[in-house]
Structure formats: C-alpha cells, structure tokens
C-alpha cells in the first residue's frame, strides 16, 4: 500500500530548500478573499441607506447613522471571532480544515447579501460573513508558515511580502470596482461579484489538496495540513486568555 493511502496529509514540512508547492495557491486564494471582504465592506453602508427593501419590496433604509453604526459592529464581529476560529482550529480541526469549513460559511454569507436585499438577509449574510471572515483570519498566516521547514525558512520573508502584497491588491481592486457595481448594476451584482471571488477563493485552497495525486503524483507534496492539539489543555489556555 503507498504511503499516501496510508496518510492523506503531511504533518511535517518537505525536506527542501525551495518553494513548498502549495504556496502559490494560499497567495491567490488570499487575494480573492480579501477582494470579496474589502469589496462587501466598501459598499455596506451605502446598501443599508440607500438599497435595503422590505421582502415586499418597498424601501426600507437605515438611516446615515444607523447605517455607520451597524457596519461598526460588523466589523467589531469580524474582529472578535479570530478568538473563536484560533480555538476551533487548535483544539478541533485544525487549520486546513477550519479555514475550508468556514470558507463555505463565508461564500454563504455573501449569497445571502446578494440574493435577499431586505433587513433579514442582510442579518444573515453579516453573521456568516462575519464567522467566517473572522474565523479563518489566524489560521492563514499561521498555515503559509507551517508550510516550511529549517532548509527553506530563509524564503519566509519573501513569502509574507507576497502574501501582504496580495492582500493588499485584493483590497485595492475590490475597492474600485465594488461601488462601480453597486451603482450601475444594483446590489445582486455588487454582493454577488465577491461572493463569486470568495468561492474561487476557496477553490483554490482546495485544488492541492484534491489534485495533488495527479499534478504531484503524491500526497507528500501537498499542503502541510498539522493535526489539532486537543481540547483539554487549549480550553484552560482559552479561559485563561478571556
């Protein structure tokens, strides 16, 4: 039986002095998902005081206020899940696999947006938005460094610098086109557009894991994807950190 029957992951980085091979995937993916967080984000206010409706279809806006201080607590919300998702990914699943589960929630929250503009939509497209944004926040940074080894740490400064660019780039572009949408195609195409970025985004996370059998020819050279430690010691670590 090969060795990647009998372990469908690695748990140690490769022996290399070069590029782990699923770098160029977690940079891409990382650019789509911040196009998709930044684009929703930039237009949010706007949507709420100007586009929200009833379910019947009539107006139904908040206030320029309202509105400011509702994408504050979005935005609070993102920022307070990190705490959750670092939890789950080191008592439970693991990285790879919170990042994967709560992408899926992600791209969730912004089909809600895009396909129901009333008050209860937006209420559950930014509670998905918001878990899963949060979620995977400290698990992607930490996984581009798990993925390499004592031979090859050396390329970690110029790896983040990649990483740091693509976000940044993602945040840009959603930034310019997002509002453009919302203004000449209406909300089902400005939430809609990152929601689509956000599903590629995770796509791409995928595609090493579910092709490196037939691009790699082994499993060895996919993704480190490390084991969850447990949940006793982590739940005094978690009391003890709040």
Not at 20 to 33: D, Q, V
Not at 156 to 183: D, H, Q, V
Not at 204 to 209: E, G, W
Request: hydrophobic content about 50%; proline content about 6%.
């Amino acid at each position: 039986m090969s060795h990647a029957a009998n372990a469908p992951y690695r748990s140690a980085p490769t022996e290399t002095t070069g590029m782990p091979s699923g770098i160029p995937f977690i940079i891409g993916n990382e650019a789509a998902e911040r196009f998709s967080f930044y684009g929703m984000k930039t237009i949010l206010a706007v949507f709420m005081a100007q586009y929200l409706m009833t379910s019947a279809g009539t107006p139904n806006y908040y206030t320029d206020s309202e509105a400011r201080e509702w994408v504050a607590w979005f935005v609070a919300s993102a920022y307070f899940f990190p705490v959750i998702g670092a939890f789950i990914a080191d008592a439970f699943l693991g990285k790879y696999r919170t990042i994967l589960l709560l992408s899926i929630v992600y791209c969730a929250g912004h089909f809600a947006l895009a396909l129901d503009d009333s008050r209860t939509g937006l209420a559950v497209g930014l509670t998905l938005i918001a878990i899963g944004s949060g979620g995977i926040k400290p698990c992607v940074s930490a996984h581009v460094g798990d993925q390499f080894g004592k031979q090859n740490r050396h390329l970690l400064p110029r790896i983040f610098n990649w990483f740091y660019w693509s976000i940044n780039l993602g945040a840009f572009a959603s930034t310019l086109l997002t509002p453009w949408l919302l203004e000449w195609y209406g909300p089902h195409w400005a939430f809609g557009v990152p929601g689509v970025l956000m599903a590629i985004a995770t796509f791409i996370f995928i595609v090493p894991f579910v092709a490196a059998p037939f691009i790699f020819g082994s499993m060895e050279d996919n993704y480190l994807t490390l084991p969850f430690n447990g949940y006793r010691i982590h739940l005094f670590n978690f009391a003890f950190v709040l």
